[in-house]
């Protein structure tokens, strides 16, 4: 789970100008117990060799994390493994999308066209649409209207749908509409850490009647039921 809460922190320090005030180098994620001194080193080396972006590094720490707690008989099935490693991968595909989105952004070609043909559109309206004089006598046209109702109509629709997508175009800055991915970030923190507690298996009974003993039994035996002196967030040290 730190391996993982570890990409997706490494994700947003990337498209998010809030979590960079956060995250500005490696030694952030250090000081803040994401990663060790040594995955920081290792990160370092890959991040100056490949060039590009290395959310995937903690996902392939994650997963050989796995591979090695089934050998270990964590894991009881293989069905067991694949399950936790394709959850995974999940989280590495939906941080590689937004990588993605941020890397291959909607050109400023297209945001300029679309303001100026709004505006353009509303301009040319201001004279366009505006009401013909009925003392001229025109046949057929008889009552005028001295507010353009359609008009504003027009104007509140065309530019509120205007500001969305430009706000749209950055949803991960530190606008009050925007994504507030720091909060996004402790609650992912704090459900990992409570996730990761060594607790006594406490089942309550199942049925009206049944001893408390018998529920916690069906628990499993105590060899595979967690320590409570076993260490939070243990980190499994992989060479690259």
């Not at 530190?174 to 909060?183: G, I, P, R, V």
């Not at 990761?196 to 408390?212: V, Y």
Request: contains cysteine; charged residues 25%; aromatic residues 12%.
């Amino acid at each position: 789970m730190r391996y993982v809460n570890l990409t997706i922190a490494i994700t947003f320090s990337k498209v998010s100008p809030v979590i960079k005030k956060q995250f500005g180098c490696y030694q952030d994620f250090v000081d803040k117990e994401y990663m060790t001194e040594r995955e920081k080193e290792a990160i370092e080396r890959l991040d100056g060799n490949c060039g590009t972006h290395i959310t995937y590094v903690p996902i392939m720490w994650a997963c050989k994390a796995v591979d090695r707690a089934r050998l270990e008989g964590n894991i009881r099935s293989n069905s067991a493994q694949k399950t936790v490693t394709d959850e995974i991968l999940k989280v590495r595909g939906r941080c590689g999308s937004v990588m993605g989105w941020h890397d291959n952004n909607i050109p400023l070609v297209y945001t300029q066209v679309v303001t100026i043909a709004v505006y353009s559109f509303f301009f040319f309206s201001l004279i366009g649409e505006q009401y013909i004089d009925p003392n001229q006598g025109y046949n057929g046209y008889s009552i005028d209207l001295y507010f353009p109702v359609s008009g504003l109509l027009q104007l509140v629709f065309y530019m509120g749908w205007l500001k969305v997508a430009e706000a749209l175009l950055n949803p991960f800055g530190d606008d009050d509409h925007d994504f507030e991915l720091d909060k996004l970030l402790d609650r992912h923190w704090k459900m990992s850490r409570l996730l990761s507690q060594p607790a006594e298996c406490d089942l309550p009974p199942l049925a009206l009647g049944e001893d408390a003993d018998v529920a916690k039994d069906e628990c499993g035996s105590d060899d595979l039921a967690p320590k409570k002196n076993s260490k939070l967030y243990p980190s499994v040290e992989i060479d690259i």
